[in-house]
């Protein structure tokens, strides 16, 4: 109760700077300049290429991963027998590289190209996955495996946006990645529903480990035939 009272007053501290980080009303589009048409036409631009698509199905498999391990490490500790000390600390273990992945992916995507680097995460989530699954349950391999989930866990989210802006530009984007964060939502609902239905009707995580490393290798290969160019607006 106290951290989620604590997330609460952090959360109003913050909100000073929405008011700060306002956006200045737009400016008329100047004579002759390019047309960018409605937001409407906007989606139905991006519903209609394969890689937005493709960039979508990926995303969807991170929100599986991410809320499956968020809502249930806990109980996959317990499972394991070891002590409820080793759910927190795995938690915390992943929050921590977690931010070293955010921060290192950003530098990552000065050097390479950002679909090769999606598809690179999920392989690793994938084999990282069928090691812990192979290993021991102690103590320093789950605390070993939480980070290197953590390097992989929200890491996905500056090449996905990233290659938004990169097809679309900056004019749509908020619009736009706001529909591949619904597909990532929706398999954020699917991978805490049924780790908790798998746990249910068979007293164990492993069913939903072997679903992580077949959605995982899928995303990556996936990822494959991303053309990373700017799709041109219609003309007006």
């Known amino acids: 109760m106290a951290a989620v009272q604590t997330l609460g007053l952090v959360t109003l501290l913050a909100l000073p700077a929405a008011w700060v980080l306002r ?24 519903l209609a290429l394969p890689s937005f698509r493709l960039l979508a199905a990926g995303f969807f498999v991170c929100g599986f991963h991410v809320a499956f391990l968020a809502t249930h490490l806990p109980g996959v500790v317990a499972a394991c027998g070891l002590p409820p000390a080793v759910g927190a600390w795995s938690l915390g273990v ?22 090769s680097l999606l598809a690179a995460i999920y392989a690793a989530r994938a084999l990282a996955v069928l090691v812990f699954v192979l290993a021991p349950k102690t103590t320093p391999v789950l605390l070993v495996f939480a980070a290197v989930m953590g390097l992989t866990f929200l890491s996905t989210v500056p090449p996905t946006a990233g290659l938004v802006a990169r097809f679309f530009g900056p004019v749509h984007m908020a619009t736009l990645f706001g529909l591949v964060m619904f597909t990532h939502q929706i398999g954020a609902f699917l991978g805490a529903w049924l780790g908790g239905k798998a746990f249910e009707a068979t007293g164990s995580y492993d069913w939903m480990w072997y679903a992580d490393i077949v959605l995982a290798v899928g995303a990556a290969l996936l990822h494959l035939p991303i053309v990373e160019r700017q799709i041109q607006p219609a003309a007006a």
Do not use: C, D, Q, Y
């Not at 956006?23 to 991006?46: D, F, I, K, L, Q």
């Not at 992943?94 to 679909?115: C, D, H, P, T």
């Open 23 to 46: 956006a200045a009303p737009r400016a008329p589009a100047a004579p002759g300049a390019p047309r960018h048409g409605s937001t409407r036409e906007a989606v139905g631009r991006a």
């Open 94 to 115: 992943l929050g921590l590289f977690n931010i070293v992945g955010s921060l290192g992916i950003g530098a990552a995507m000065g050097r390479w190209r950002m679909k």
